[in-house]
C-alpha cells in the first residue's frame, strides 16, 4: 500500500516541527511538506497532492475553517485532521470544523517539555491519521467493487432492519459513537420530534469541554432537547443526555426514577467516557426494553455493551459500512452477529421513530 503522504499545516514553527517529527517516524505516513496558514497551505495541496492535512484552525491570511470550506466547495478528497487547543473556543472551532468536514481532531500537546509534547502527539494524532489511512484504502477498494456502494443499501441491510420490528418496545435509547460522530449525529438528532417518548443517552468519545460544546450546537439545531449530562439528572423523555468528557457515565435506578450517575471510574477500553461503561447499567436497569444503536468510530467499545444487551433481547442498530468515517465500531456490531438493524445514516432516525411508534413506514 501506498505511504500515507500528509501535508503539516500550522503557523506555528514549533507545532510544525513537533507534528511532523511524530509523522516521519510512523510507518506508512509520508510528511511531503508544511505550510505556514491555509493560503500557502491551498498552493501546497495543488503542488504536492496530499492525501491528509494536519490542520492548525488558528493561522494569519487564511485560517484552517477557511481550508476546509474550499476542499468541500471544489469536492476535495483531501482529508483533515484538526489540531484543537483544549479550551471553550477551541472546542467550539472545532465542532465548526468537523461539520465543514474534518475527518477528526488531535488535542494539541500541553507538555512541559518537547519530549513531552511528542509522546501527547504520538498517543493523540497517530492512531487518527493510521485511521484515515485505512478509510480511504476501504473507500478505495469500494469504489472499484462496488460503485453504487455510498447510495444504495444493500437488501441484506433493509431486510434486517424490516425483520424484528414487531418485537420492539424500548423504554431508552442508548446510542454509542466515535470518530463522524459529531457529524452524524448533526444529521441524526435533529430528525426526532420533541414529543420523542422515550429517553436517551449518548457516549461520544471526546474530551472534557467538547462535549458541553457538542451538546449546545446539537440542541440549537434541534427540536428535542440535548444536554450535557450531569450527576443526578433525573431521565426524562424527550432528552438527550451526553456523556461528558473525560468522565464515565452510567444510570441509577432509585424507586421509580432513573438517574445519571458522572463518575471518575477509570477509562475502559481506552475509553472515558466508555460505550461499555453505560451500556451495562442499561442493560442491569431496561433489561430488554432497550434500543441501542453503535455508530461510526474507532476500536470496538459498545461490543460488550452490546452482547449485554442483545442477551437480555434488546434491539441492536448498527450504521452502515458506506455512511461511516470509520467502520470500526459498527463492524464489530456486525461481524459478532449482533446486528438487528443494519442502516444507512440517513434511514437511522427514521427507523428509530418507527421502533418507537412514532412512524408506521418502512425504512425502505
Do not use: W
Request: glycine residues 8%.
Amino acid at each position: 500500500m501506498d505511504p500515507l503522504r500528509v501535508l503539516v499545516v500550522d503557523d506555528s514553527a514549533l507545532y510544525r516541527k513537533f507534528v511532523s517529527e511524530v509523522l516521519q517516524e510512523a510507518e506508512g505516513v509520508e510528511v511531503v511538506g508544511t505550510a505556514i496558514n491555509g493560503r500557502i497551505a491551498l498552493e501546497k495541496i495543488e503542488q504536492l497532492q496530499p492525501d491528509l492535512l494536519t490542520l492548525d484552525l488558528e493561522m494569519p491570511e487564511l485560517d484552517g475553517l477557511g481550508v476546509l470550506r474550499h476542499l468541500q466547495e471544489t469536492h476535495s478528497s483531501v482529508g483533515a485532521i484538526v489540531l484543537s487547543a483544549l479550551s471553550a473556543e477551541g472546542a467550539t472551532a472545532t465542532t465548526r470544523a468537523l461539520d465543514a468536514g474534518a475527518f477528526d481532531f488531535a488535542l494539541k500537546p500541553t507538555g512541559n517539555s518537547p519530549q513531552a509534547s511528542i509522546a501527547e502527539l504520538k498517543q493523540s494524532l497517530l492512531p487518527k491519521a493510521h485511521a484515515f489511512a485505512e478509510t480511504k484504502s476501504r473507500r478505495g477498494s469500494q469504489r472499484q467493487a462496488k460503485p453504487h456502494l455510498f447510495t444504495t443499501p444493500s437488501d441484506h441491510e433493509v431486510a434486517l432492519c424490516d425483520s424484528h420490528v414487531a418485537r420492539a418496545n424500548p423504554r431508552i435509547l442508548a446510542i454509542g459513537v466515535s470518530t463522524g460522530g459529531p457529524k452524524a449525529l448533526m444529521e441524526l438528532i435533529p430528525l426526532l420530534p420533541a414529543s420523542f417518548p422515550i429517553p436517551i443517552v449518548l457516549v461520544q468519545h471526546m474530551p472534557p469541554v467538547f462535549t458541553k460544546t457538542l451538546a449546545d450546537e446539537l440542541n440549537r439545531h434541534s427540536k428535542i432537547n440535548v444536554v450535557e449530562a450531569q450527576h443526578g439528572d433525573a431521565l426524562r423523555p424527550g432528552t438527550v443526555y451526553i456523556a461528558p468528557g473525560g468522565k464515565q457515565m452510567k444510570l441509577e435506578r432509585k424507586g421509580l426514577s432513573t438517574s445519571v450517575v458522572i463518575a471518575d471510574d477509570p477509562p475502559e477500553r481506552n475509553c472515558r467516557p466508555s460505550v461499555d461503561y453505560l451500556f451495562r447499567s442499561v442493560s442491569d436497569i431496561y433489561g430488554g426494553d432497550v434500543l441501542a444503536c453503535i455508530l461510526t468510530g474507532m476500536g470496538d467499545d459498545g461490543l460488550l455493551g452490546c452482547k449485554l444487551l442483545k442477551r437480555r433481547g434488546a434491539i441492536v442498530m448498527a450504521q452502515n459500512e458506506a455512511t461511516c468515517v470509520v467502520y470500526g465500531m459498527p463492524r464489530q456490531i456486525v461481524d459478532s452477529n449482533l446486528a438487528d438493524c443494519v442502516l444507512p445514516l440517513e434511514k437511522i432516525g427514521e427507523e428509530m421513530l418507527r421502533l418507537t411508534g412514532q412512524e408506521t413506514s418502512t425504512c425502505r
